[in-house]
């Protein structure tokens, strides 16, 4: 009988990074290849009720950022006096800090003593600046000024963090991200370029420490409102959102109907859209992906 000197037939298996296999191509996959594949592993499906009541955030906030240029409006045309600026000043500075103190479950007396120490250097600071801010922009035309303005808070809405994620514990923020420092940077140089136009330096010192209340303190208090209770900070985005929408009214009907449509598609119509576009995702995972390594710490 003569012995069969035929090759014996290789089995075909996957290797991660094994190179060629003896009998096969290179490029061979296998009849089971597409056997893991998984569709819509990581697709998160939204509902449209939670979608919206996350874009209360984005509105609250739009909304926040007009009434600081209505402010800005209205102590520009001398609506405003200094001394009510500066009464505006204290409360939201006094109200900031009972909302943390009632809000803020970590907070201890040492950090309070803290922050209240830290706003009273930068109050000292702010007001020995005044009279720098006061001429910094006396070359400039009113026209560039407001053009620049506008654009500076045009990117400031776009880039700021509406999430709160860079915003941890009272003790304990995180660092913020690249485009969360430019979102800031913009805000304060727009309230340096209104301030710069001002007639005198109290009035200068007034607006920017109200500008930087809003845009430093403001977003770290709605955070903390939110963590306590999201009903209780749904209440006060709906507050902030009727105060603003009244007070553009009684200023102008046309910019009324352009805010109260821009609130309804940010609330509304975008969750819509996010939710409905949902059905046409599609991932696709399989063993073509790149390979995952897991550790276990306790073997």
Not at 17 to 32: A, H, L, V
Not at 69 to 75: A, E, M, R, S
Not at 181 to 193: D, G, T, W
Not at 228 to 256: A, H, K, P
Request: with cysteine.
């Amino acid at each position: 009988m003569e012995e069969d000197l035929s090759p014996a037939p290789w089995k075909w298996r996957k290797v991660a990074y094994g190179g060629m296999q003896p009998g096969f191509d290179d490029n061979y996959t296998g009849d089971s290849f597409l056997e893991d594949m998984v569709t819509n592993a990581n697709v998160v499906k939204r509902d449209l009720c939670k979608v919206i009541l996350d874009s209360v955030s984005i509105s609250q906030y739009f909304c926040t950022v007009i009434l600081v240029v209505l402010v800005w409006t209205y102590t520009l045309a001398s609506t405003i006096s200094l001394k009510s600026l500066l009464l505006l000043d204290i409360t939201m500075l006094v109200s900031g800090f009972v909302v943390l103190i009632l809000t803020a479950r970590m907070i201890s007396l040492k950090l309070f003593a803290q922050y209240a120490l830290n706003i009273l250097y930068f109050i000292t600071g702010l007001y020995a600046l005044s009279p720098i801010y006061h001429t910094l922009t006396k070359s400039i035309s009113s026209d560039s000024i407001w053009a620049l303005t506008t654009m500076l808070i045009v990117l400031h809405l776009f880039l700021h963090d509406y999430t709160g994620c860079t915003v941890k514990d009272p003790g304990s923020l995180t660092n913020p991200t690249l485009s969360c420092n430019i979102s800031l940077n913009m805000s304060i140089i727009a309230s340096v370029l209104i301030a710069s136009q001002l007639q005198s330096r109290q009035l200068v010192f007034a607006i920017v420490l109200f500008s930087l209340q809003v845009f430093l303190f403001a977003p770290f208090v709605a955070y903390c409102i939110k963590r306590y209770s999201f009903w209780l900070y749904l209440w006060f985005s709906l507050g902030v959102v009727g105060l603003t929408l009244v007070l553009v009214y009684r200023l102008q009907g046309f910019f009324f109907g352009i805010l109260l449509g821009l609130l309804v598609f940010i609330t509304f119509i975008c969750p819509y859209w996010l939710t409905r576009i949902q059905k046409y995702k599609f991932e696709i995972n399989g063993p073509w992906d790149e390979a995952k390594l897991c550790f276990d710490i306790n073997e």
